[in-house]
């Protein structure tokens, strides 16, 4: 199995890197990974992940919901509970930032589907891209959409997009900059790019440590905080307008650490902590579990 050892920080380059944390992926593969921290930019990244052709196999399992759409055990039928709701907020800020009741929109790492859904029976014209092809099938046999595969991503024409969106994706990505520069490329002049990311500064990141599910090791390659992303940003001519809390993913992402921490389900200490992390993201935004950033071209 091919793996990526990296020697310096990938978002500055910065050589002043060392490992925080040893953690293992506790959701398909049982292996142990490092967490290494960047002292100059605060990213963080997975050490040593496997790389492009050697990542399939840790996607593989039924409880991987945003590609097998399960809705088994408890916390698998909240989460589709949630995205209900989740998604016409999604509608909705995609309407407000771009300022378009349509328009084309672009999703990157579509799943299987359920968003672009959303989005097209509003009006828009909608391009999916998703890399498991389960997940296309999926979605084909469900919603009828035709996803493409990530390569289709450097076919689309220039400044083709008003909007660009990417639900918990971004972490997922190897070719990290590479994306970026195409992002920029694509979106119109006044076009939006949405980025949602876990935060591993938020109270229930520091409260689980090892055992937050939102590090999800060794598929989240990347974990940011708002330092870092605004850092990276700004390296591909992007500029940070927002950042938004998606205020719900810290209840899910506590019931399934509790789940990890203690071999069972906790719901009551998970819904103490998501509510601990929520109230301390009131006083400060930028410390909610999950955090959208609304970027726009400098």
């Known amino acids: 199995m091919g793996s990526i050892h990296i020697t310096a920080c990938p978002i500055c380059a910065a050589g002043t890197i060392h490992p925080v944390l040893e953690l293992q992926d506790l959701s398909v593969s049982k292996q142990a990974f490092a967490i290494w921290e960047c002292e100059q930019c605060s990213f963080r990244f997975t050490q040593d992940i496997p790389d492009q052709a050697a990542i399939a196999p840790f996607y593989k399992s039924e409880n991987y919901i945003s590609h097998s759409d399960t809705n088994k055990g408890f916390i698998n039928r909240l989460y589709h509970l949630v995205r209900r709701f989740t998604l016409r907020g999604k509608r909705t800020l995609v309407e407000r930032e771009s300022a378009k009741s349509s328009g084309r929109l672009l999703d990157v790492g579509a799943g ?24 296309r099938i999926l979605a084909q046999s469900k919603t009828g959409l035709l996803l493409q595969e990530p390569d289709t991503l450097f076919q689309l024409p220039a400044e083709n997009f008003d909007v660009i969106t990417l639900w918990h994706v971004l972490e997922h990505v190897h070719s990290l900059h590479e994306y970026l520069d195409k992002f920029h490329g694509l979106l119109k002049r006044d076009g939006v790019l949405l980025i949602a990311v876990p935060n591993y500064t938020s109270g229930d990141a520091h409260h689980y440590q090892q055992y937050w599910a939102a590090y999800d090791v060794p598929r989240h390659l990347y974990h940011f905080s708002p330092k870092a992303m605004r850092t990276l940003m700004e390296k591909h001519s992007f500029r940070v307008m927002r950042i938004l809390p998606m205020w719900f993913d810290s209840f899910y992402v506590s019931m399934l650490s509790e789940t990890y921490r203690k071999g069972k389900s906790n719901l009551a200490a998970a819904f ?7 109230l301390a993201a009131m006083r400060d935004r930028e410390k909610a579990s999950s955090l959208i950033y609304v970027i726009k071209k400098i």
């Open 112 to 135: 299987t589907g359920a968003f672009l859904m959303e989005m097209k029976a509003a009006g828009w014209n909608v391009t999916g891209l998703e890399p498991d092809a389960d997940a």
């Open 272 to 278: 103490w902590q998501g509510l601990k992390s929520n």
